[in-house]
Protein backbone atom coordinates (compact mmCIF):
# COMPACT_ATOMS: atom_id res chain seq x y z
CA UNK A 1 0.00 0.00 0.00
CA UNK A 2 1.48 3.17 -0.98
CA UNK A 3 1.45 6.42 0.49
CA UNK A 4 0.63 9.80 -1.88
CA UNK A 5 1.32 13.22 0.08
CA UNK A 6 -0.71 16.50 -0.61
CA UNK A 7 2.12 18.66 0.44
CA UNK A 8 5.55 18.97 0.12
CA UNK A 9 8.10 19.36 2.60
CA UNK A 10 8.26 17.77 6.27
CA UNK A 11 6.99 21.11 7.33
CA UNK A 12 3.64 21.44 6.00
CA UNK A 13 2.86 17.54 6.55
CA UNK A 14 3.72 18.03 10.15
CA UNK A 15 0.96 20.95 10.32
CA UNK A 16 -1.42 19.14 8.87
CA UNK A 17 -0.96 16.07 11.24
CA UNK A 18 -1.24 18.81 13.94
CA UNK A 19 -4.15 20.70 12.17
CA UNK A 20 -5.94 17.22 12.19
CA UNK A 21 -5.54 16.72 15.57
CA UNK A 22 -6.49 20.14 16.50
CA UNK A 23 -3.10 20.65 18.54
CA UNK A 24 -1.98 24.12 19.00
CA UNK A 25 1.83 24.78 18.27
CA UNK A 26 2.27 25.62 21.94
CA UNK A 27 0.47 22.04 22.80
CA UNK A 28 2.34 20.57 20.74
CA UNK A 29 5.63 21.83 21.78
CA UNK A 30 4.93 21.26 25.62
CA UNK A 31 4.41 17.87 24.43
CA UNK A 32 7.72 16.84 22.65
CA UNK A 33 9.54 19.21 24.86
CA UNK A 34 10.14 21.61 22.51
CA UNK A 35 9.05 25.28 21.58
CA UNK A 36 6.35 27.27 20.27
CA UNK A 37 8.98 28.77 17.78
CA UNK A 38 10.71 25.82 17.07
CA UNK A 39 7.08 24.05 15.80
CA UNK A 40 6.56 27.06 13.94
CA UNK A 41 10.21 27.28 11.87
CA UNK A 42 9.96 23.31 11.29
CA UNK A 43 6.13 24.07 9.95
CA UNK A 44 7.15 26.88 7.53
CA UNK A 45 10.51 25.08 6.70
CA UNK A 46 12.91 27.19 8.31
CA UNK A 47 14.24 24.42 10.54
CA UNK A 48 14.74 21.39 9.22
CA UNK A 49 13.99 18.90 12.26
CA UNK A 50 16.38 16.08 13.31
CA UNK A 51 15.33 12.61 13.04
CA UNK A 52 14.35 12.64 16.77
CA UNK A 53 12.33 15.64 16.71
CA UNK A 54 10.25 13.85 13.44
CA UNK A 55 9.79 10.32 15.58
CA UNK A 56 8.54 12.26 18.39
CA UNK A 57 6.49 15.00 16.89
CA UNK A 58 4.61 11.56 15.12
CA UNK A 59 4.24 9.88 18.23
CA UNK A 60 2.59 12.95 19.92
CA UNK A 61 0.26 13.29 16.68
CA UNK A 62 -0.93 9.55 16.53
CA UNK A 63 0.02 9.21 13.19
CA UNK A 64 0.09 6.13 11.96
CA UNK A 65 3.80 3.62 11.59
CA UNK A 66 3.44 4.11 7.80
CA UNK A 67 3.02 7.70 7.63
CA UNK A 68 5.86 8.42 9.97
CA UNK A 69 8.37 6.63 7.37
CA UNK A 70 6.39 9.15 4.82
CA UNK A 71 7.50 12.17 6.94
CA UNK A 72 10.84 10.28 7.48
CA UNK A 73 12.26 10.12 3.84
CA UNK A 74 10.32 13.77 3.69
CA UNK A 75 12.85 15.49 6.43
CA UNK A 76 15.73 13.56 4.26
CA UNK A 77 16.26 10.55 6.78
CA UNK A 78 15.89 6.52 6.28
CA UNK A 79 12.64 4.69 6.88
CA UNK A 80 12.82 3.87 10.95
CA UNK A 81 10.07 1.39 10.45
CA UNK A 82 10.99 -1.95 8.96
CA UNK A 83 7.43 -3.68 6.86
CA UNK A 84 7.93 -7.13 6.67
CA UNK A 85 5.86 -9.48 4.86
CA UNK A 86 3.34 -11.69 6.85
CA UNK A 87 4.61 -14.93 5.53
CA UNK A 88 8.55 -13.99 6.46
CA UNK A 89 9.82 -16.41 8.95
CA UNK A 90 10.56 -13.77 11.38
CA UNK A 91 6.80 -13.59 11.61
CA UNK A 92 6.31 -17.09 12.18
CA UNK A 93 5.55 -16.53 16.38
CA UNK A 94 3.33 -13.89 14.86
CA UNK A 95 1.41 -16.35 12.81
CA UNK A 96 0.87 -18.86 14.94
CA UNK A 97 -0.55 -16.56 17.99
CA UNK A 98 -2.80 -15.34 15.59
CA UNK A 99 -4.18 -18.67 14.45
CA UNK A 100 -4.28 -19.21 18.01
CA UNK A 101 -6.48 -16.59 18.70
CA UNK A 102 -8.45 -16.89 16.02
CA UNK A 103 -8.91 -20.69 16.70
CA UNK A 104 -10.11 -19.46 20.79
CA UNK A 105 -13.12 -17.84 19.02
CA UNK A 106 -14.56 -20.49 17.62
CA UNK A 107 -17.66 -21.03 17.00
CA UNK A 108 -18.24 -16.78 16.67
CA UNK A 109 -16.62 -15.42 13.29
CA UNK A 110 -13.37 -14.15 13.46
CA UNK A 111 -10.77 -13.10 11.21
CA UNK A 112 -7.45 -10.50 10.22
CA UNK A 113 -7.53 -7.90 7.98
CA UNK A 114 -4.44 -5.84 6.70
CA UNK A 115 -4.55 -2.14 5.94
CA UNK A 116 -6.68 -2.79 2.91
CA UNK A 117 -8.74 -5.23 4.25
CA UNK A 118 -7.97 -8.27 2.62
CA UNK A 119 -7.98 -10.98 4.57
CA UNK A 120 -4.92 -13.03 5.86
CA UNK A 121 -6.33 -15.32 8.02
CA UNK A 122 -9.74 -16.46 9.52
CA UNK A 123 -11.15 -19.25 11.54
CA UNK A 124 -14.20 -21.76 10.98
CA UNK A 125 -16.54 -19.98 12.48
CA UNK A 126 -16.07 -16.84 9.19
CA UNK A 127 -15.84 -20.11 6.99
CA UNK A 128 -19.23 -21.40 7.83
CA UNK A 129 -20.96 -17.88 7.62
CA UNK A 130 -19.26 -17.70 3.65
CA UNK A 131 -21.02 -20.66 2.76
CA UNK A 132 -22.76 -20.06 -0.43
CA UNK A 133 -20.65 -16.83 -1.31
CA UNK A 134 -19.41 -17.40 -5.19
CA UNK A 135 -15.96 -18.30 -6.01
CA UNK A 136 -14.99 -15.36 -7.13
CA UNK A 137 -15.39 -13.77 -4.46
CA UNK A 138 -13.38 -16.10 -2.41
CA UNK A 139 -10.78 -16.26 -5.13
CA UNK A 140 -7.57 -14.35 -3.48
CA UNK A 141 -6.55 -11.90 -2.39
CA UNK A 142 -10.38 -11.99 -0.27
CA UNK A 143 -11.27 -8.85 0.77
CA UNK A 144 -13.35 -7.91 3.83
CA UNK A 145 -15.20 -4.93 2.34
CA UNK A 146 -15.93 -6.68 -1.15
CA UNK A 147 -17.07 -10.00 0.19
CA UNK A 148 -19.81 -7.96 2.61
CA UNK A 149 -20.94 -5.55 0.76
CA UNK A 150 -20.98 -7.27 -3.33
CA UNK A 151 -24.59 -7.94 -4.52
CA UNK A 152 -23.40 -11.65 -4.34
CA UNK A 153 -21.50 -11.35 -1.54
CA UNK A 154 -23.40 -11.35 1.82
CA UNK A 155 -25.02 -8.27 1.60
CA UNK A 156 -28.31 -10.28 0.39
CA UNK A 157 -28.53 -11.78 3.65
CA UNK A 158 -27.79 -8.91 5.85
CA UNK A 159 -31.15 -7.50 7.21
CA UNK A 160 -29.96 -4.29 8.50
CA UNK A 161 -27.64 -3.90 5.41
CA UNK A 162 -28.19 0.35 4.60
CA UNK A 163 -26.93 0.59 8.50
CA UNK A 164 -24.10 -2.04 8.38
CA UNK A 165 -22.94 -0.37 4.53
CA UNK A 166 -23.23 3.33 6.05
CA UNK A 167 -21.08 2.19 8.86
CA UNK A 168 -18.81 0.48 6.80
CA UNK A 169 -18.55 3.23 4.56
CA UNK A 170 -17.66 5.53 7.05
CA UNK A 171 -15.14 3.37 8.78
CA UNK A 172 -13.75 3.59 4.98
CA UNK A 173 -13.64 6.85 4.90
CA UNK A 174 -12.00 7.70 8.47
CA UNK A 175 -9.45 5.41 7.46
CA UNK A 176 -8.70 7.02 3.63
CA UNK A 177 -8.19 10.59 5.54
CA UNK A 178 -5.81 9.18 8.05
CA UNK A 179 -3.22 6.90 5.46
CA UNK A 180 -4.30 8.26 1.78
CA UNK A 181 -4.02 5.33 0.18
CA UNK A 182 -4.65 4.92 -3.30
CA UNK A 183 -5.81 1.74 -3.16
CA UNK A 184 -8.22 2.29 -0.51
CA UNK A 185 -9.61 5.00 -2.48
CA UNK A 186 -10.13 2.46 -5.05
CA UNK A 187 -11.71 0.08 -3.44
CA UNK A 188 -13.98 2.60 -1.22
CA UNK A 189 -15.28 3.94 -4.90
CA UNK A 190 -16.04 0.40 -6.07
CA UNK A 191 -17.82 -0.84 -3.00
CA UNK A 192 -19.91 2.05 -2.86
CA UNK A 193 -21.51 1.73 -5.94
CA UNK A 194 -22.46 -1.57 -4.93
CA UNK A 195 -26.44 -1.08 -5.06
CA UNK A 196 -28.57 -1.74 -2.15
CA UNK A 197 -31.06 -5.01 -2.82
CA UNK A 198 -34.66 -3.56 -3.25
CA UNK A 199 -37.01 -3.73 -0.58
CA UNK A 200 -41.05 -3.88 -0.55
CA UNK A 201 -41.06 -0.66 -1.97
CA UNK A 202 -37.99 -0.44 -4.24
CA UNK A 203 -34.72 0.47 -3.30
CA UNK A 204 -35.35 3.45 -2.32
CA UNK A 205 -38.19 2.51 -0.11
CA UNK A 206 -35.95 -0.06 1.34
CA UNK A 207 -35.47 0.11 5.30
CA UNK A 208 -33.91 -1.87 7.43
CA UNK A 209 -35.17 -3.25 10.67
CA UNK A 210 -35.11 -1.41 14.18
CA UNK A 211 -31.77 -2.63 15.98
CA UNK A 212 -32.83 -5.02 19.32
CA UNK A 213 -29.11 -4.50 20.66
CA UNK A 214 -29.04 -1.09 22.56
CA UNK A 215 -25.50 -0.85 23.30
CA UNK A 216 -24.12 -1.25 19.50
CA UNK A 217 -25.09 -1.78 15.99
CA UNK A 218 -25.93 -5.30 15.34
CA UNK A 219 -24.88 -7.44 12.04
CA UNK A 220 -28.14 -9.33 11.65
CA UNK A 221 -27.46 -11.86 9.05
CA UNK A 222 -29.60 -14.81 8.02
CA UNK A 223 -27.87 -18.26 7.51
CA UNK A 224 -29.58 -21.39 6.40
CA UNK A 225 -32.94 -20.41 7.60
CA UNK A 226 -31.31 -18.54 11.08
CA UNK A 227 -32.06 -15.23 11.68
CA UNK A 228 -28.39 -14.49 13.50
CA UNK A 229 -27.29 -10.68 15.51
CA UNK A 230 -23.73 -10.18 15.99
CA UNK A 231 -22.01 -7.17 17.51
CA UNK A 232 -18.10 -6.43 15.76
CA UNK A 233 -15.09 -5.65 17.83
CA UNK A 234 -11.74 -4.64 16.74
CA UNK A 235 -8.63 -4.80 18.09
CA UNK A 236 -4.88 -3.83 17.19
CA UNK A 237 -1.02 -4.63 17.87
CA UNK A 238 -0.23 -2.13 20.53
CA UNK A 239 3.03 -0.07 20.11
CA UNK A 240 3.86 -2.11 16.71
CA UNK A 241 6.95 -2.03 15.56
CA UNK A 242 6.88 -2.96 11.71
CA UNK A 243 4.31 -1.58 9.25
CA UNK A 244 2.81 -4.82 8.43
CA UNK A 245 1.90 -5.74 12.11
CA UNK A 246 0.98 -2.11 12.62
CA UNK A 247 -1.90 -2.34 9.81
CA UNK A 248 -3.33 -5.85 11.02
CA UNK A 249 -6.53 -5.84 12.73
CA UNK A 250 -8.67 -8.90 14.33
CA UNK A 251 -12.22 -8.52 13.59
CA UNK A 252 -14.45 -10.52 15.64
CA UNK A 253 -18.45 -11.39 15.55
CA UNK A 254 -19.55 -11.70 18.81
CA UNK A 255 -23.51 -13.00 19.47
CA UNK A 256 -25.48 -10.05 20.26
CA UNK A 257 -28.50 -12.43 21.67
CA UNK A 258 -28.81 -15.82 23.67
CA UNK A 259 -30.44 -17.46 20.25
CA UNK A 260 -27.23 -16.79 18.12
CA UNK A 261 -24.78 -17.85 20.81
CA UNK A 262 -26.80 -21.39 21.21
CA UNK A 263 -27.62 -22.04 17.32
CA UNK A 264 -23.77 -21.40 16.35
CA UNK A 265 -22.74 -23.67 19.86
CA UNK A 266 -24.85 -26.52 18.16
CA UNK A 267 -23.15 -25.89 15.03
CA UNK A 268 -20.75 -29.16 14.66
CA UNK A 269 -17.07 -28.58 13.29
CA UNK A 270 -17.08 -26.94 9.74
Known amino acids: MTTVALDTGVGPLLRSWRERCRVSQLELALRAGS ?6 FIETGRSRPSEEMVLRLAEHLDVPVRERNALLVMAGYAPHYTETALDDPAMGALRDGLDRLLRGYDPYPAFVVDGTYTVVAANQGMTRLLDGVPEHLLAPPLNAMR ?10 RIRNLREWRGDLLAQMERQIALVRSPELRELYEEVAGYPLPPGPGGEE ?9 PFALPLVIEHEGHVLSFVASIATFNTPMDVTVAELAIETLLPA ?12 PV
Open 147 to 156: LTLHPEGLAP
Open 257 to 268: DADTAAYLRSLG
Open 205 to 213: DWQPPSSSV
Open 35 to 40: SARHIS
